[in-house]
């Protein structure tokens, strides 16, 4: 069993920036591939970004955040941090960690196995 944390989300203004961090705790795995996904009011749950597990460092991202968001983990502190740059009123959601057991990364909600309770994000105009 892994229990995941979320923390750091608030209210930021428009252009502003924001820190997501997730603590794994249990039986995690440095090898668990690792993803953040959002979910705004109405709307289906959406990929954010993915990290693949250890050995791999590969990095995956939205079309909707490269360039101004960056997913970071530090396996040492089972951690994994997101960090949001540029922000705008369209990244407003409720913010998930979530992780997989495989080392692999996915872009879809089923494809992974435990989630965290999700923290919000909201970006004022």
């Known amino acids: 069993q892994v229990q995941l944390v979320e923390s750091g989300g608030g209210l930021v203004q428009a252009g502003g920036s924001l820190r997501l961090s997730c603590a794994a705790s249990?039986?995690?795995?440095?090898?668990?591939?690792m993803a953040w996904f959002r979910q705004a009011p109405g709307k289906e749950r959406e990929f954010v970004a993915a990290?693949?597990?250890?050995?791999?460092?590969?990095?995956y991202y939205a079309d909707s955040v490269k360039g101004r968001f960056t997913i970071s983990r530090d396996n040492a502190k089972n951690t994994v941090a997101l960090q949001m740059n540029g922000l705008s009123p369209e990244d407003t959601a409720v913010y998930y960690c979530?992780?997989?057991?495989?080392?692999?990364?996915?872009?879809?909600?089923?494809?992974?196995?435990?989630w965290g309770q999700g923290t919000q994000v909201t970006v004022s105009s």
């Open positions: 979530a992780g997989r057991s495989s080392v692999f990364a996915a872009t879809t909600p089923h494809e992974y196995d435990y």
């Open positions: 249990g039986r995690t795995s440095s090898r668990s591939a």
């Open positions: 990290a693949t597990g250890w050995p791999s460092s590969t990095t």
